[in-house]
Structure formats: structure tokens, C-alpha cells
């Protein structure tokens, strides 16, 4: 049994393929298996695929259900001890190795989280996670999973990745883990990938969904929670409310105080 396990999955995204592939091969840590789930895709992935396939432990192309069953088909054929999901896009931080989260440091965690970089239009944004993990913690924020390491062997109690969700089955998992099975969990303060802002949960045309799914789940996983999951949602629309009345009145009163202000230009 290898130590890391690394999974990518991809569809039409060859040139983010090959970034991913590239920040894998050029690590210095070599107790990793490397893992592509392809969902058939029709531009030139597989080419890139067979161009590294000497460098990969096991890679399939073929249509699959969602990103989430492509990512259970990776955890399935995974050997390692922690598995790690590296999306195609997303690369390796060329700072920080491997080997500085898995060598040198004591690691015995179900879950262990290091922080990441979001590239935004071309701007890099800094993710810093939590050293505490808590209820509260998820309902507000997640886990970028790009940065996670999960024990293999979680899986077995917690379960997979939920295949009837679109988009935040990651974060259940999450949430399940700490929250519900008492995971062990272990924040590492390095940025350890860079990420590409385009996932389906950043997108303002998907955030009915997320929320949808993220009640789903407290709805089945945590019903003695729902009416306080209910209340915060009734107090932030109202404080959101409150805050854009307030930002309107000092818009209007910046203005009015501006066309107040003499003249200076030939001061």
C-alpha cells in the first residue's frame, strides 16, 4: 500500500489535463499512485492521457453518471492510504511538496486539510481553512477538497460521495465525517494547490442548488438542527436586506455631499 493515492477526474478539459499531470510528475514524493477517471471525452484528453500513461498507476476513459460517480470509480481502484481528489485543472503548488505534508511531520488523521489558492480571473485569492472544524464551521464554509487528504479506509464507515447531488456531495462528506462519525482531522497551514475558479458551486446560476442540497442533508442527517438552520437563514436575509438598505442611504448621502463641495479645480 502506497502512502497517497492521487484522482483526477476530467472531461474535455485536455489542456487542464496536462497542467494537472505535469504538477503530479514534476513532485519530489514518490510514494504516490496517480489515478485519471475520464468520462469519455471527445477532445484530445485521451491523447494527452497516453502521452503520460507510463507515469499513471490506473486510467479509464468512458461515460459515467456525474462528477461524483467519477470520483467514487477513483476511490474504488484507489490502494493508497489517503486519497487525494486533484481535479484536471487544478495543479500541484510548485512551493510546496508533498513530501512537506508527509514527511517530517507526525500524520495520523482520518482528514488532513491544507489550504489552498483560487485563480480568479487570472488574480490569485488566498483560502485559509480553520484550525477547528465544527457544525457551525460547515454551515458557513467547506473544505476545498482540492487540498483534502481522506484516510482511505473513512469511506468504508462514512460512505461515498453522494451521487445524487450535483454539487456539494464533497461538502456532505465532509460534514458527515467530522460531525456525525467524530473523523480526526488535521490542519496543515500550507498552500498546497492552485485551484482554477470555475467549479459548478461558484457559479451565481447554481447557488439555489447548493443551498437546496445543504438543507437536503440537514434535513436527513441532522433534523434536531433544522430549526436553528431555519433561524440563521430567516436572520442573515435580514441582515443582507439591512446591509443593502444601508449601502443605498450612504451611497445617496456620499453624493449628495459631494455635489456640496466647492469647486477646487483652480485652487
Known amino acids: 500500500m502506497c502512502k497517497l493515492s492521487i484522482v483526477t477526474i476530467n472531461y474535455n478539459n485536455a489542456c487542464g489535463l496536462q497542467k494537472t499531470i ?51 470509480k477513483g476511490i474504488k481502484v484507489a490502494k493508497g492510504e489517503y486519497i487525494l481528489m486533484l481535479n484536471s485543472g487544478d495543479v500541484l503548488n510548485s512551493n510546496v511538496t508533498l513530501a512537506d505534508i508527509f514527511t517530517g511531520r507526525v500524520i495520523n488523521a482520518d482528514i488532513i486539510y491544507a489550504d489552498v489558492m483560487w485563480n480568479i480571473n487570472g488574480k490569485i485569492k488566498e483560502k485559509r481553512h480553520s484550525e477547528k472544524l465544527s457544525f457551525q464551521y460547515f454551515r458557513n464554509d467547506f473544505l476545498c477538497h482540492q487540498g483534502v487528504f481522506i484516510r482511505r479506509l473513512l469511506h468504508h464507515s462514512v460512505g461515498m460521495y453522494d451521487e445524487g447531488m450535483k454539487i456539494v456531495a464533497d461538502w456532505k462528506f465532509e460534514l458527515l465525517a467530522i460531525c456525525k462519525y467524530n473523523a480526526t482531522y488535521q490542519h496543515i497551514p500550507l498552500f498546497s494547490v492552485k485551484c482554477e475558479w470555475e467549479g459548478l458551486s461558484k457559479k451565481p446560476e447554481n447557488w439555489k442548488t447548493v443551498l437546496a442540497e445543504k438543507k437536503q442533508t440537514i434535513e436527513k442527517e441532522f433534523p434536531a438542527f433544522l430549526p436553528d438552520y431555519n433561524e440563521f437563514d430567516r436572520v442573515q436575509k435580514e441582515l443582507d436586506t439591512l446591509n443593502r438598505k444601508l449601502y443605498i442611504r450612504l451611497s445617496h448621502r456620499i453624493k449628495r455631499l459631494l455635489r456640496r463641495s466647492p469647486d477646487t479645480n483652480g485652487f
Do not use: P
Not at 47 to 60: A, C, D, F, P
Open 22 to 72: 505535469e504538477s503530479v510528475n514534476n513532485q519530489t514524493f514518490k510514494d504516490v499512485e496517480y489515478i485519471i477517471i475520464d468520462g469519455c471525452s471527445t477532445d484530445s484528453s485521451v491523447e494527452v492521457i497516453q502521452r503520460y500513461k507510463n507515469h499513471l498507476t490506473y486510467w479509464v476513459s468512458e461515460k459515467d453518471h456525474g462528477i461524483y460517480h467519477a470520483m467514487n
